[in-house]
């Protein structure tokens, strides 16, 4: 599975921004998404995970912010990100896991995607 991300980019606090990962497979649906983020120095952090169904889970810290979503249609997850604080600042990766559980962390999470920076200027 190859996942590709996009829609990164330099915003404003308080600003929105959605970030796309289109997959490269047949059996979207059957694949947990996730999102996580990184900052120099700093471990991958989970920031949300969506099932082939639907189900979905959160980081506390974007609860209500965040939205995640998938198109098994389109081969694409997204991730609306809303309210975005300095915080925000990184590198946000997309990740697949053959399953139908939720997975909050990196280590469960066979594929990746390359990364796509968020900047959040205060």
């Known amino acids: 599975v190859q996942l590709q991300a996009s829609g990164g980019g330099l915003v404003q606090t308080g600003d929105s921004l959605r970030l796309s990962c289109a997959a490269s497979?047949?059996?979207?649906?059957?694949?947990?998404l996730g999102w996580f983020r990184r900052t120099p120095g700093e471990e991958r952090e989970f920031v949300s995970a969506i099932t082939g169904g639907g189900s979905t889970s959160y980081a506390d810290s974007v609860k209500g912010r965040f939205t995640v979503s998938r198109d098994n249609a389109e081969n694409t997850m997204y991730l609306q990100l809303s309210s975005l604080v300095p915080e925000d600042t990184a590198v946000y990766y997309c990740?697949?896991?053959?399953?139908?559980?939720?997975?909050?962390?990196?280590?469960?999470?066979?594929?990746w995607g390359q990364g796509t920076q968020v900047t959040v200027s205060s």
């Open positions: 497979t047949r059996s979207f649906s059957l694949y947990t």
């Open positions: 990740a697949a896991a053959q399953t139908n559980r939720l997975r909050e962390f990196a280590s469960g999470y066979r594929y």
